[in-house]
């Protein structure tokens, strides 16, 4: 073993050596610790004497208070059953004498005709408990003898009130009646009672109904401006019957107590139906709207003798009228029911439960079914209305001086407008919708029919010849030009009124909506938001037929693209291709002192833009100088491929091409520099001093739009160009 390794080794030792000693005095402290623990454990070991005399004398207490107070307890349970013992007692005593009571008080009742306090007497009887006064009855004599006279005497008792009332009622004594009336819950009759007083307020409702639609169906057999005399005898019964309602409530309320005006309403409830349906039948009769629309949809609703647009105006409005009362009067109904109803829930499930019954009772009332059938004749009603007024306003179309739109567009969209907000009256989703789609139906087939046939008929035939042969007078083109215009204006403002009308429509809609989102009814409010969604939905596509318009319109750019644009395009054309550009430096100065591109072209444009721009709305004219700039530049192009130029030529085009855009651009608001790219890149290539040039041009760049076989056929178009050159680039 060498030194190194023995170094190390000794290393090591050393090194467990102070490992061992810093144990050593760990262990030396910890016994020190230990020491001074087991001191404090000797000290508390003497203590543990007196410790446990302390807990001994603390048990004994505990046990001598739970001893007294068990005592106690049983003293508190003792005094209990006998405080019990004594209310029951009490309890017996007093209805004992409750009994001698109205024993006493019944028969003298009875024999003053005092009705109401024998009632009060009974009434008082039927809430003590009899059970335990008949089982104890044979204790005591009297107390059989009581009950049996009380027994007897409530039967006694309704019978008077049954006959007594019948009496008031054949004699029409209102007092009695509700006198009466106040007497039925005591003797607990309270469903006989509000049967018996609903009958006798329904008779009243009946006659007075009764008078009101005589007069209503004499009038209206006498005078036929009464437009809405029938409505208006809706709206008496309707307003009867609410007037009913209030001043009785107070009276259910108090007599019958909560809960039971919802049984009143809905008993009253069965005369409203059978007094609409008679309302309901007289109207149809003498209105003959059955015979009316028979009449229509058998000879057809463009005939003028059978279809007349103002009558059936008025049969809507009455219509509407009658739908929105009752829609009216059902929430009032049903506002009061459910706050009753509300009154005696215990519970959040009992209130839904209840609503639920009580909507669904009412939705199921004749008066409801009546509604149904009533927007069922308000749809074909309005169908026939829109279609015919539809007729009317396409056969009375006419131009008033100044206007750039013909009367057709302004009357088709105020007849929209009024039958779709007419259907917003109705509150009924399912009407609004139908509405909605016939309207759609109406635009997309019938008015975007029209507005095709009147931008294509307004172009008379051979009416491109003509302008070179002269087959018509100046006067017949300028006035085939003016219907043409405003048969495109009319496409333009079209969908401006239509994208209007949605949006006053949504307004009207979320107006309603939010009138009856204060709904407690769970149910209510899930029907609510299906109503929403359907409507929301027809609104949306009402949006998507503003495309088949704008499709109409696209089509009337393209026939004035072929009969007006092109023919100005190819006289342009043509002068700018008589307009050398084989320049040397002498013609390049000629040229821009002459001007013959703004004389030829420019001056040509000017004068067409000028007569035509006052006769086309800012659409039509933004979008006609688009199409007059795309045509010049692809006619410009064909053009060029077929000249010669040099480089002076080549600065001439240039100008050229940038007077033109200007020009175009200074009488327009939108932008058409981006429809002059390519020739301005061809202006471009013809401006190359060499064509080695052309390398310097970015023309990998996607913005460059000139395809490599255009590029060489473009440069081949330069006199100073060699050919062999232009065939040796690399592009």
Not at 648 to 659: C, H, K, T
Request: charged share 25%; hydrophobic share 40%; proline share 1%.
């Amino acid at each position: 073993m060498d030194l190194a390794e023995i170094e190390a080794e000794l290393a090591e030792i050393e090194k467990q050596e102070a490992a061992l000693d810093g144990k050593v005095q760990q262990l030396v402290q910890d016994c020190h610790s230990c020491t001074q623990s087991l001191s404090l454990v000797f000290q508390i070991a003497k203590d543990l004497p007196s410790v446990e005399s302390d807990v001994s004398c603390l048990h004994e207490k505990l046990n001598e208070t739970a001893a007294l107070s068990e005592k106690i307890s049983k003293r508190v349970r003792h005094l209990d059953k006998v405080k019990t013992r004594v209310e029951a007692v009490v309890q017996r005593v007093e209805d004992i004498l409750d009994l001698k009571n109205c024993t006493d008080g019944i028969k003298i009742a009875l024999d003053n005709e005092d009705y109401e306090i024998a009632a009060a007497h009974i009434h008082r009887y039927r809430t003590l408990d009899t059970n335990f006064l008949k089982n104890n009855a044979s204790e005591s004599v009297s107390i059989e003898a009581s009950i049996e006279i009380l027994e007897n005497a409530e039967r006694q008792m309704q019978k008077v009130a049954r006959i007594k009332f019948e009496n008031a009622y054949k004699e029409q004594d209102a007092a009695a009646i509700e006198r009466f009336f106040k007497i039925f819950p005591l003797l607990g009759l309270q469903k006989e009672g509000l049967s018996k007083f609903v009958s006798f307020l329904s008779s009243q409702i009946a006659s007075t109904t009764s008078q009101n639609l005589n007069m209503a169906a004499e009038f209206a057999e006498r005078d036929d401006t009464s437009k809405v005399i029938f409505s208006d005898t809706f709206v008496l019964l309707f307003e009867g019957l609410a007037r009913v309602i209030e001043m009785h409530q107070p009276l259910v309320e108090t007599y019958y107590g909560p809960g039971w005006l919802t049984e009143f309403a809905l008993l009253l409830q069965e005369e409203c139906d059978r007094q609409c349906q008679l309302i309901f039948k007289k109207f149809k009769e003498k209105r003959r709207i059955e015979e009316k629309l028979q009449q229509y949809s058998l000879l057809g609703e463009s005939d003028e003798e059978v279809v007349n647009a103002k009558q059936i105006d008025s049969m809507l409005q009455e219509t509407t009228l009658i739908n929105e009362r009752a829609e009216l009067y059902l929430r009032f109904v049903k506002r009061r029911v459910l706050a009753d109803v509300y009154l005696t829930c215990e519970s959040e499930q009992e209130k839904v439960t209840r609503s639920e019954g009580i909507e669904r009772a009412l939705s199921e009332c004749g008066l409801s079914r009546m509604l149904h059938e009533l927007i069922s004749l308000y749809l074909r009603l309005e169908t026939v209305f829109l279609n015919r007024s539809f007729q009317i306003a396409v056969q009375m179309n006419v131009v008033e001086d100044s206007s750039l739109t013909s009367s057709m567009v302004d009357d088709v969209f105020y007849v929209l407008k009024k039958c779709l907000r007419r259907s917003m009256s109705t509150t009924n989703s399912d009407a609004i919708c139908a509405m909605i789609n016939i309207s759609n139906g109406l635009l997309e087939n019938n008015y975007c029919s029209v507005l095709l046939d009147k931008l294509k008929t307004a172009i008379p035939s051979g009416y491109l010849d003509s302008m070179f042969t002269g087959r018509y007078q100046g006067d017949v083109v300028a006035q085939s030009k003016s219907v043409f215009l405003v048969s495109l204006n009319n496409c333009s403002e079209s969908i401006q009124f239509l994208k209007t009308l949605v949006e006053s429509l949504t307004l009207d809609w979320k107006g309603l909506v939010g009138s009856g989102a204060n709904s407690n009814s769970k149910s209510q409010s899930l029907q609510n938001e299906k109503s929403n969604v359907k409507v929301t939905s027809c609104l949306s596509d009402m949006q998507q037929v503003a495309k088949n318009i704008e499709g109409v319109l696209q089509e009337g750019h393209h026939i004035l693209v072929k009969y007006f644009l092109k023919p100005l395009v190819k006289t342009c054309t043509e002068n700018f291709s008589f307009i050398s550009h084989n320049l040397n430096e002498e013609g390049l100065v000629l040229n821009e002192t002459e001007d013959p591109f703004s004389q030829k072209i420019i001056a040509p444009l000017d004068t067409f833009i000028g007569d035509i721009k006052d006769s086309l709305l800012d659409k039509n004219f933004e979008m006609m100088i688009s199409n007059l700039a795309q045509t010049l530049v692809m006619s410009f192009e064909k053009v060029i491929f077929k000249m010669k130029f040099s480089r002076n030529g080549g600065l001439a085009f240039d100008r050229e091409v940038r007077s033109l855009s200007n020009y175009l651009s200074s009488v327009t608001q939108w932008t058409v520099r981006d429809k002059f790219t390519r020739l301005l890149q061809i202006s471009t290539l013809l401006n190359l001093e060499q064509v080695e040039e052309v390398h310097e041009l970015p023309i990998h760049s996607s913005s460059w739009k000139i395809t490599p076989a255009e590029m060489r056929q473009i440069l081949s178009l330069r006199e100073d160009f060699r050919g062999e050159a232009i065939r040796r680039l690399s592009l």
